[in-house]
């Protein structure tokens, strides 16, 4: 079973450019998250979506970040514009339903954004 | 608001030895928790998921104890090698299954 495809693995850019992220999650999963990972911390939930649906976003700085999964599978999170507080890891994961109490998530390898 | 801590924050052991680390989180009601591992420049591996009505989960060398009651979680690594050098972290998952991680536990096994 293939796992949690992100894409790319590295990004370099400056502060006030705009950049994308890419996600594919295991298929059959109906729940994809992003997560934000700055150095040295744990990851932070930014969005949750359930098939095409979001259920959480209260942790996404809306006034730069964006995150869309129109047909309910692959998914994209942007930021528009960078600021140097953006570099960190953005990690994917996804699980088969947001219900029930065996909701194991499955990471992908994550993109290390560095903003200059 | 759900808050996780590990303590320690990095720990460094010889090889062989048997070691602990510790998870603790604020809010018990919790639907499950999980440890994971990270590797420098890599994603989270799924060690263990212990579901919120059971006590413990086991495979190979480890095994992950839940206490709800009093908030705690304990990662037990048996006969630790330097492949297990790695960055621990534990995520308690909260009514609408989002995972809220504590800061990790840095482990270095020397040879």
């Known amino acids: 079973e293939a796992g949690v495809a992100q894409s790319p693995r590295y990004k370099i850019i400056e502060k006030r450019q705009s950049v994308a992220f890419w996600c594919n999650p295991i298929?059959?999963?109906?729940?994809l998250y992003w997560y934000q990972q700055i150095l040295g911390q744990g990851p932070k939930l930014l969005i949750q979506?359930?098939?095409?649906?979001?259920?959480?976003d209260s942790q996404l700085p809306k006034d730069r970040f964006s995150a869309e999964r129109l047909k309910g599978v692959d998914s994209t999170l942007k930021i528009q514009p960078a600021k140097l507080e953006d570099s960190a890891v953005y990690l994917c994961?996804?699980?088969?339903?947001?219900?029930?109490?065996?909701?194991?998530?499955?990471f992908g390898p994550g993109t290390r954004l560095t903003v200059l | 608001k759900q808050e996780v801590t590990q303590i320690p924050a990095a720990l460094s052991v010889p090889e062989g030895e048997n070691l602990v680390l510790n998870c603790s989180f604020t809010?018990?009601?919790?639907?499950?928790l999980q440890w994971f591992r990270q590797d420098p420049g890599k994603g989270l591996t799924s060690l263990l998921l212990?579901?919120?009505?059971?006590r413990e989960q086991t495979s190979g060398r480890l095994n992950a104890s839940l206490d709800k009651s009093s908030g705690r979680s304990t990662l037990y690594i048996a006969a630790s090698q330097p492949g297990d050098s790695a960055t621990y972290l534990c995520?308690?998952?909260?009514?609408?299954?989002?995972?809220?991680f504590g800061s990790g536990t840095q482990l270095t096994v020397l040879p």
């Open positions: 994961a996804s699980s088969f339903l947001g219900g029930g109490s065996d909701n194991e998530q499955f």
């Open positions: 298929s059959g999963h109906a729940t």
């Open positions: 979506f359930q098939n095409n649906g979001v259920v959480d």
């Open positions: 809010d018990s009601a919790i639907y499950n």
């Open positions: 212990i579901q919120s009505s059971q």
């Open positions: 995520a308690c998952s909260g009514s609408a299954r989002q995972l809220t």
